[in-house]
Nanobody
Framework: QVQLVESGGGLVQPGGSLSLSCVASGIMFSEYVMGWYRQAPGKQRELIASINKGGRTNYEDSVRGRFTISRDNAKKTVYLQMNNLRPEDTANYYC?????WGQGTLVTVSS
């Protein structure tokens, strides 16, 4: 049974930082491209960062330079370090691999 379990969301003030984690089980983690998506209220889910099995990363324009995706294959975990957060970053953040999704973790950026 495949599981992707996110953690690390919460409430943060503008300009603050949060670190999200996603622990995978039931998959050959090291072989998969891992992605972080987010979905804000009333908007479509969008890919914001991905990392392939070789560690190559890609970012959506609005988060490039502020967010960093990384992975630890030994721990079957993918991370998303988010700095200089803005109110428009408020969303549910989802971990993704192949056809599998986590349950999401809510990030709220507000003063």
């Amino acid at each position: 049974q495949v599981q992707l379990v996110e953690s690390g969301g919460g409430l943060v003030q503008p300009g603050g930082s949060l670190s999200l984690s996603c622990v995978a089980s039931g998959i050959m983690f090291s072989e998969y491209v891992m992605g972080w998506y987010r979905q804000a209220p009333g908007k479509q889910r969008e890919l914001i960062a991905s990392i392939n099995k070789g560690g190559r990363t890609n970012y959506e324009d609005s988060v490039r330079g502020r967010f960093t995706i990384s992975r630890d294959n030994a721990k079957k975990t993918v991370y998303l370090q988010m700095n200089n957060l803005r109110p428009e970053d408020t969303a549910n953040y989802y971990c993704h691999a192949y056809t599998y999704w986590g349950q999401g973790t809510l990030v709220t950026v507000s003063s």
